[in-house]
T-cell receptor
Framework: KQEVTQIPAALSVPEGENLVLNCSFTDSAIYNLQWFRQDPGKGLTSLLLIQSSQREQTSGRLNASLDKSSGRSTLYIAASQPGDSATYLCAVSTSGSRLTFGEGTQLTVNP | GAVVSQHPSWVICKSGTSVKIECRSLDFQATTMFWYRQFPKQSLMLMATSNEGSKATYEQGVEKDKFLINHASLTLSTLTVTSAHPEDSSFYIC??????????????FGPGTRLTVT
């Protein structure tokens, strides 16, 4: 059974800092890995999708890496802003459709 | 990406009543939609996979007679919580999986429905 763990559970940083969120998974036979953002009481916004054959994806200030063999992914956020405050969820797909989610990292960026 | 809507965004109902939640894929024909449940301070848990024109596939521990799923068209799936109880109070989120035109099997999520059972 796939298990996804995210560390840290919560993170508070001053505006402008670069930061890294971590995600690990137990079954390396994944189809892809997705990072999402969730604002309080809202649905999920897809940030980045990394296919199993890829090592990283970039979108603006976000960079996600994937090391499938070690079962790890990181989400790097550059020059953090207060608007980045949200919960970040990592999810892996082992069959091309079914997603297993981590517990999330609650990020607070202080002005 | 695909645009997904849910209705209602929130609902309060009395214990014992049934509630229907709609999930619509606005710009994409989805043969497969997914229903998730999220309790406070917890992550999303997959409840069932909704397949257009056929029966839904439920995850272990999810009662199919309690959570009725209908996927009658390529753009609409409904989740009906029957005989709701306070422990069913949760945040219900649907998603669609893209393939073909939007390759990569990426999932796009609706805004969620907050259900409170009193």
């Amino acid at each position: 059974k796939q298990e996804v763990t995210q560390i840290p559970a919560a993170l508070s940083v001053p505006e402008g800092e670069n930061l890294v969120l971590n995600c690990s998974f137990t079954d390396s036979a994944i189809y892809n890995l997705q990072w999402f953002r969730q604002d309080p009481g809202k649905g999920l916004t897809s940030l980045l999708l990394i296919q199993s054959s890829q090592r990283e994806q970039t979108s603006g200030r976000l960079n996600a890496s994937l090391d499938k063999s070690s079962g790890r992914s990181t989400l790097y956020i550059a020059a953090s802003q207060p608007g980045d405050s949200a919960t970040y969820l990592c999810a892996v797909s082992t069959s091309g459709s079914r997603l297993t989610f981590g517990e999330g990292t609650q990020l607070t960026v202080n002005p | 990406g695909a645009v997904v809507s849910q209705h209602p965004s929130w609902v309060i109902c009395k214990s014992g009543t049934s509630v229907k939640i709609e999930c619509r894929s606005l710009d994409f024909q989805a043969t497969t939609m997914f229903w998730y449940r999220q309790f406070p301070k917890q992550s999303l848990m997959l409840m069932a996979t909704s397949n257009e024109g056929s029966k839904a596939t439920y995850e272990q521990g999810v009662e199919k007679d309690k959570f009725l799923i209908n996927h009658a068209s390529l753009t609409l799936s409904t989740l009906t919580v029957t005989s709701a109880h306070p422990e069913d109070s949760s945040f219900y989120i649907c998603s669609v999986r893209t393939s073909g035109r939007l390759a990569g099997n990426e999932q796009y999520f609706g805004p969620g429905t907050r259900l409170t059972v009193t």
